[in-house]
């Protein structure tokens, strides 16, 4: 009787495939869980010393997991763009204002509307109780409005391409991006989402040593390399990157040893003046004076006891340069506009200790913003128009600008129509109002200046009109702030405040938000 001598190979063989085919399934189930536990869960449990605006998506993914991880008795959030994070100053406002909710962001720099739209059940997860988006004519995409006749036609096919390149897709919310536009985007760019789709470490990879990076600054270096300055405030302002007027004084109750100081030219004479306590100081009545020439330019070390030999108690310090000094320009912290003279760069934390966790949406009153207030208002104007307007067409930084701003000038001459993303936001309207959230939007406040390009246009006034009918329907506000602050020397640019600006405003916008809500309740 013969025998089918292949049989028992053929059966090794199926047998071989089926532990090769569960082997690669537990393998990708293995990557996949190893994936999620490393770069979504234990990675956000770093410390985060990120500073202002310095990593924004990573930043916004933190604070998302903050808000999602955590509850307030009742909690507001403000939802929007880089015009939202410079509108308002939440700490501030629960600090001061004593509210009757805890105000939060969740905002990023350049947050479209479609882009609140992808994070509409992130936000919903984020605990509000109100939700706020603070709104600007500029979050409308202009760039992918092209205006034909007396009317705009929004540009599908290029906002769809160049939509798919940006980060907050590519790091957010690929998933969701995909399943909409699969059919539409190329190979490569399907291929990239894809990936991004299956693994956090390809969309995180962008930002991962941020965090990592700033905490190494922060406690094992010297504090020389950092983005925003840190440290104790001087009496007469600080620029951001930590640059003195020619003159600081400063408070110095936390007195390492050793600090450091960034000097520009050669051959600087700098006085360091120390003072006993406050009275000494308003005075003027210094208990030791010492003056020091360095040299070499660049980074140096200071020593207190070698500055005050004589070990005498202190409590405030006045250093001021007593050279030729160097200017703004000069140290590349602005490039238009007014130029000014600067004295020296004190390092990250002068003259205090380390506090720099969960600072990312935290902001601080600095030089850059508040000399605008120092100025007349014909001088701010003139400044203004070198800084933001002179040849805006040639300049990259500007570009977005001048798109808005002729924008602004071409609602003028054409109708209100609605388009995807206006529509947008009538989408993330219906969205809280199916889940029973109270929504307000509010119209930021506008450079005067700017704002005079389109403010008596028909187009506004039925866009206005527009907006507020849909949300009247669904019991939601919409709150115009537009014109509410009048002193052009509020802004930086068209539609960011500076930080006096926000201050300025903070009591405008709670004010506004509590008489409306609260009171209904």
């Known amino acids: 009787m013969e025998t089918n001598s292949s049989s028992p190979v053929k059966q090794s063989l199926l047998g071989i495939k089926w532990k090769v085919f569960v082997a690669t399934i537990l393998l990708l189930c293995g990557t996949f869980l190893l994936d999620r536990i490393l770069f979504f869960e234990l990675y956000f449990l770093f410390p985060n010393e990120t500073e202002w605006d310095s990593s924004p998506w990573y930043n916004f993914i933190y604070k998302t997991k903050e808000l999602q991880s955590s509850k307030e008795k009742h909690r507001t959030i403000i939802a929007g763009s880089s015009v939202a994070l410079y509108s308002v100053l939440p700490d501030e406002i629960n600090q001061r204002h004593h509210p009757q909710t805890k105000y939060s962001f969740f905002s990023h720099v350049a947050m ?203 409590e405030f310090v006045q250093i001021q340069t007593i050279s030729e000094l160097p200017t703004a320009k000069e140290v590349n912290l ?40 120092q100025m007349k208002v014909d001088e701010f104007e003139k400044e203004y128009f070198e800084r933001m307007i002179r040849d805006a067409g040639n300049r990259q930084e500007l570009w977005r600008l001048h798109v808005v701003r002729e924008a602004k000038k071409n609602v003028n001459s054409t109708q209100f129509e609605p388009w995807p993303e206006y529509n947008r936001i009538l989408q993330i309207s219906d969205f809280f109002y199916q889940n029973q959230i109270p929504f307000i939007i509010v119209l930021s406040p506008e450079n005067p200046i700017e704002y005079a390009f389109y403010k008596d246009s028909q187009w506004r006034k039925d866009w206005i009109s527009h907006l507020k009918t849909q949300l009247e329907k669904r019991g939601q506000t919409l709150i115009d702030h537009t014109d509410v602050i009048s002193d052009v020397r509020y802004f930086f640019d068209p539609h960011h405040l500076t930080y006096e600006g926000a201050s300025h405003y903070d009591s405008i916008f709670v004010n506004s938000i509590e008489s409306r809500f609260f009171s209904q309740k």
Request: proline share 3%; hydrophobic share 35%.
């Open 112 to 314: 479209a509307p479609t882009d609140l739209y992808y994070y509409k059940e992130n936000l919903l997860a984020s605990n509000p109780n109100l939700v706020v988006y603070i709104h600007n004519f500029a979050d409308l995409q202009w760039e992918y409005m092209q205006k034909n006749g007396n009317r705009f036609v929004f540009q599908d096919k290029t906002w769809i391409q160049e939509f798919v390149g940006r980060y907050p897709t590519k790091t957010i919310y690929p998933t969701s991006f995909l399943k909409d536009f699969w059919n539409q985007i190329d190979r490569k760019s399907l291929s990239r989402l894809t990936t991004k789709s299956l693994f956090y470490v390809s969309r995180f990879r962008i930002f991962f040593w941020d965090p990592i990076v700033v905490f190494i600054d922060n406690h094992f270096r010297s504090g020389r390399k950092y983005h925003l300055y840190q440290g104790v405030i001087p009496k007469e302002g600080i620029w951001s990157k930590g640059w003195t007027k020619d003159q600081a004084t400063i408070e110095c109750k936390e007195q390492k040893q050793t600090e450091s100081i960034f000097i520009q030219n050669q051959n600087t004479k700098v006085l360091f003046r120390f003072f006993e306590n406050e009275k000494a100081l308003s005075s003027n009545s210094p208990l030791h004076v010492q003056s020091v020439q360095f040299q070499k330019s660049g980074w140096v070390d200071i020593h207190w006891d070698h500055l005050n030999d004589k070990n005498l108690h202190w």
């Open 334 to 373: 602005i490039r238009y506009g007014r130029d000014e003279t600067v004295g020296i760069r004190l390092s990250h934390f002068f003259c205090k200790s380390i506090q720099a966790e969960n600072r990312s949406y935290t902001r601080s009153s600095y030089w850059d913003d508040t000399r605008f207030v």
